[in-house]
């Protein structure tokens, strides 16, 4: 007879019903913009294969290397790794993909957000596995407002944390600005199992604008993934845009006045040097060039 089990599931989705009720009138009165921040978002006992498999910045992967200059000598990012193809990736991480983008899931988003009928988006365009490395910066900005491919209306954000240990001297905190980008109303610690969903308008500013100051070998990890809609209400409809970088109060340029230096994460082959050892190297360079 044929076996009609389900397999086992990473998410638990009678508690995400739960939690997708239960925050729902918190996330759509916050400030600055509509977010929710949750922790042990996934049950604790998948986790750890989660952790594992998480691919180190010289595996032998086509990592999008992220990099924007707006302006000469304005870096906006840098030193941030993507990537977004499942079937390189390793099990489980994949199946949380496939599980995050599945119906089940986008209907307990609709009941979080109030938005409906949300799409998501297979092809992970500018999302999957993101990766910081020491000296990482995301300027504050928006995010872009349309798929690049489909032109649907981009609504939704959502961002797992997988960092097992965090301190905050390491910095690489979310920051959720106010619309005026003159104060920040929250500062978010990217610990493991930690969740935050926010919707994607024109003045939902954020990013992690301070260098990150991680020791030799640890990086800041994360799984993100958009979720769409076929047009927006008409409030909202403010054209199509890409990202809409911002300076903080008294900022000279994104990332004030420090230099940033952009580190090649290539592959490793058994010639190339240890990772730790470059980025130990890399380190001391950021470190040399502040000085």
Same mark, same amino acid.
């Given at each position: 007879?044929?076996n009609l089990t389900a #397999?086992?599931?990473?998410?638990?989705?009678?508690r995400l019903?739960?939690?997708? &009720?239960e925050h729902?009138e !918190?996330f759509?009165n %916050?400030?600055?913009?509509?977010?929710?921040?949750?922790?042990n978002?996934l049950?604790?006992?998948?986790?750890?294969?989660l952790v594992?498999e998480? #691919?180190?910045p010289?595996a032998p992967?086509?990592w999008?290397?992220?990099?924007v &200059?707006p302006?000469?000598? !304005?870096?906006?990012? %840098?030193?941030k790794?993507?990537?977004?193809d499942?079937?390189?990736l390793?099990?489980?991480i994949?199946?949380?993909?496939?599980?995050m983008?599945?119906?089940?899931f986008?209907t307990a988003?609709?009941?979080l957000?109030?938005?409906?009928?949300l799409?998501?988006?297979?092809?992970l365009?500018?999302g999957?596995i993101h990766?910081?490395?020491?000296?990482a910066?995301?300027?504050?900005?928006a995010d872009?407002?349309?798929?690049?491919?489909?032109?649907?209306d981009?609504r939704?954000?959502?961002?797992l944390y997988?960092?097992p240990?965090?301190?905050?001297?390491?910095?690489g905190?979310?920051e959720l600005?106010?619309?005026s980008?003159?104060?920040?109303v929250h500062?978010?610690a990217p610990?493991?199992?930690r969740?935050?969903v926010?919707?994607?308008?024109q003045?939902s500013?954020?990013?992690?604008?301070?260098p990150?100051?991680t020791?030799d070998?640890i990086?800041r990890k994360s799984?993100a993934?958009?979720?769409?809609?076929?047009?927006?209400?008409?409030?909202e409809n403010?054209?199509?845009?890409?990202?809409?970088w911002q300076?903080r109060?008294?900022e000279?340029?994104?990332?004030?006045e420090?230099?940033?230096?952009v580190?090649d994460f290539?592959p490793?082959?058994d010639?190339?040097?240890?990772l730790k050892r470059?980025l130990?190297s890399f380190?001391n360079?950021?470190?040399?060039d502040?000085?």
């Amino acid at each position: 007879m044929q076996n009609l089990t389900a #397999p086992n599931l990473l998410v638990d989705y009678d508690r995400l019903d739960r939690m997708a &009720e239960e925050h729902a009138e !918190q996330f759509r009165n %916050a400030e600055p913009f509509q977010h929710i921040v949750i922790d042990n978002f996934l049950p604790e006992h998948v986790l750890a294969p989660l952790v594992e498999e998480f #691919p180190l910045p010289d595996a032998p992967l086509a990592w999008r290397k992220h990099y924007v &200059e707006p302006k000469p000598g !304005q870096v906006a990012q %840098a030193n941030k790794l993507g990537f977004s193809d499942l079937t390189k990736l390793g099990p489980n991480i994949r199946q949380l993909f496939w599980e995050m983008n599945s119906a089940r899931f986008l209907t307990a988003m609709e009941k979080l957000s109030g938005i409906d009928k949300l799409i998501c988006d297979p092809s992970l365009d500018g999302g999957g596995i993101h990766q910081s490395m020491r000296g990482a910066v995301l300027a504050m900005h928006a995010d872009f407002s349309h798929h690049p491919v489909y032109k649907l209306d981009r609504r939704l954000n959502i961002i797992l944390y997988l960092n097992p240990v965090w301190k905050d001297e390491w910095e690489g905190h979310l920051e959720l600005w106010d619309k005026s980008m003159t104060r920040c109303v929250h500062r978010v610690a990217p610990i493991l199992n930690r969740v935050v969903v926010f919707s994607t308008t024109q003045t939902s500013y954020h990013g992690h604008p301070q260098p990150l100051n991680t020791p030799d070998g640890i990086t800041r990890k994360s799984m993100a993934l958009y979720y769409y809609t076929n047009g927006r209400p008409e409030g909202e409809n403010d054209g199509e845009h890409g990202t809409l970088w911002q300076r903080r109060p008294g900022e000279k340029s994104a990332t004030e006045e420090s230099k940033v230096e952009v580190q090649d994460f290539s592959p490793q082959s058994d010639e190339s040097p240890s990772l730790k050892r470059r980025l130990s190297s890399f380190a001391n360079r950021l470190l040399r060039d502040k000085q």
